[in-house]
């Protein structure tokens, strides 16, 4: 069967409803009384310096802490996710890159990875998560292993064109081999990628791009193949596991940091124009005389913007060291924005509003700061990926925007 991308739509987008607060809320049957508080452990390092008890209840990230955490509890219970086996013809030699395309990564950590490590995070923690099962009559959703970073640097593969194909082929393979393809016409399966080179790696199969659920680190409006909804927002985030504590706001002795190249980038070049001298700012074009991750220690707010992508690590790079984001960057589908309210921990400016910037940032009232910081502490683990998966990281946060699209398809027993 085949279903149109509308029903799809319409669907996910019914589901999504359940998340409103309004809706929820009315229904005091709901069971929140074992539900886990909004978990404040995070901010040991840095409550000290602010003034904790002036946070009124309303001060939080959460759009509804209550509603999400019961959701989520039913998604740790009941979810489950089946992971297709390596085919046939890449089972053999574990270190050739073709093997790897379909394996997990046997060193994620390495800082070559980088930029791209969500995607291989993901995979190893589903691997190991609770969250697996063997048994496809059970499943949700089904997991269509490939990597993208891994054909990217595959000697045959790497090209976006060829991406594309190797991807079509791989889905004509499943769906002539296994039953579940064609039970939702790709509905309940997903794929996860990070590196801009899959952009288009659904675009030679018309159920994949139209059906299937894509996870990434390009969740941008205007991408071609992002279907906002359907689609999930992957944070890109840069490998660590480190837990430092947090420099305390009095410590930040910048106000406002950047650190990063031009590219072809309008919104950066503008910026650096505009705000490139001014003493409020450190802006790092090219050589940097503070080291990047100084810069975010140091640093009250930290600029994200737009490059070629919506997305770079630098939003969750912000968050890991503690200093407030600032993003310039239109379109960009913020990761787990249903769940968490950016703006209680972010600020947002349109790429419209740079001239703007200096006015924006330094009229924020000091306890709105301390507010916007703290917040800060509350999203940090959500943002984190763990070696094996911890409650609420970006892996179960991931899984949560998957069990938000699940029940829509189900292969008949
Ligand atoms: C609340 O939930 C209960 C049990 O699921 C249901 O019977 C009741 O109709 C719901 N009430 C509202 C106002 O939705
Ligand atoms: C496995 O593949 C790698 C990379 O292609 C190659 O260097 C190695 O010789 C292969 N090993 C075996 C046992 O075939
Ligand atoms: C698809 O199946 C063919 C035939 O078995 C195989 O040669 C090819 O490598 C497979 N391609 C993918 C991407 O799985
Ligand atoms: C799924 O549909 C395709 C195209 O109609 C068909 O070639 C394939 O054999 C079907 N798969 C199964 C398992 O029946
Ligand atoms: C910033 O200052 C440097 C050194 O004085 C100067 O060369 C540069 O043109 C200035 N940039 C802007 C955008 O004003």
Not at 51 to 69: D, V
Not at 81 to 103: K, M, Q
Request: proline share 6%; charged share 20%.
């Amino acid at each position: 069967m085949i279903i149109s991308p509308l029903a799809v739509l319409l669907i996910t987008s019914s589901t999504i409803l359940w998340l409103r607060p309004q809706i929820l809320l009315h229904n005091s049957s709901l069971d929140v009384r074992r539900k886990p508080k909004e978990s404040r452990e995070e901010c040991g390092s840095c409550s000290d310096s602010v003034s904790l008890h002036t946070r009124t209840k309303t001060i939080t990230p959460y759009h509804n802490w209550e509603t999400f955490s019961a959701d989520y509890e039913e998604m740790l219970s009941k979810f489950r996710v089946f992971v297709y086996p390596i085919p046939d013809a890449f089972v053999g030699n574990e270190s050739s890159p073709s093997a790897r395309i379909f394996l997990p990564h046997p060193d994620p950590l390495n800082p070559k990875i980088g930029n791209y490590y969500s995607e291989h995070a993901f995979k190893l923690s589903l691997l190991r998560s609770s969250l697996v099962t063997k048994r496809p009559d059970k499943a949700h959703f089904f997991f269509m292993p490939f990597s993208i970073n891994a054909m990217r640097n595959h000697p045959l593969v790497h090209s976006e064109s060829s991406i594309s194909t190797f991807v079509a082929n791989y889905v004509s393979n499943i769906s002539s081999e296994f039953e579940f393809w064609n039970a939702s016409g790709g509905a309940d399966h997903f794929f996860v990628c990070c590196h801009s080179v899959g952009r288009e790696a659904a675009s030679k199969h018309s159920g994949l791009h139209n059906n299937a659920v894509q996870i990434t680190c390009s969740s941008s409006y205007f991408q071609r193949l992002y279907t906002p909804h359907k689609d999930i927002p992957l944070p890109q985030v840069w490998p660590r596991l480190d837990r430092q504590a947090l420099n305390p706001p009095n410590q930040r002795t910048e106000l406002i940091f950047f650190a990063g190249r031009v590219q072809n980038s309008g919104a950066r070049q503008e910026v650096i124009n505009l705000w490139g001298n001014d003493s409020s700012f450190s802006i790092f074009s090219g050589h940097s005389s503070m080291p990047y991750e100084e810069g975010f220690r140091r640093s009250r707010y930290c600029l994200h913007i737009k490059g070629y992508e919506v997305n770079t690590a630098r939003v969750v790079d912000a968050i890991h060291y503690g200093c407030v984001p600032v993003l310039i960057s239109n379109y960009y589908d913020l990761p787990f924005a249903n769940i968490l309210d950016w703006s209680k921990f972010s600020i947002i400016v349109n790429q419209q509003d740079i001239p703007l910037l200096k006015n924006v940032i330094t009229s924020v009232p000091e306890q709105t700061y301390l507010d916007l910081y703290q917040n800060l502490c509350l999203v940090r683990k959500h943002f984190r990926w763990s070696t094996v998966p911890e409650s609420y990281d970006a892996f179960h946060m991931t899984a949560y925007q998957l069990w938000l699209r699940r029940g829509v398809h189900r292969v008949a027993s």
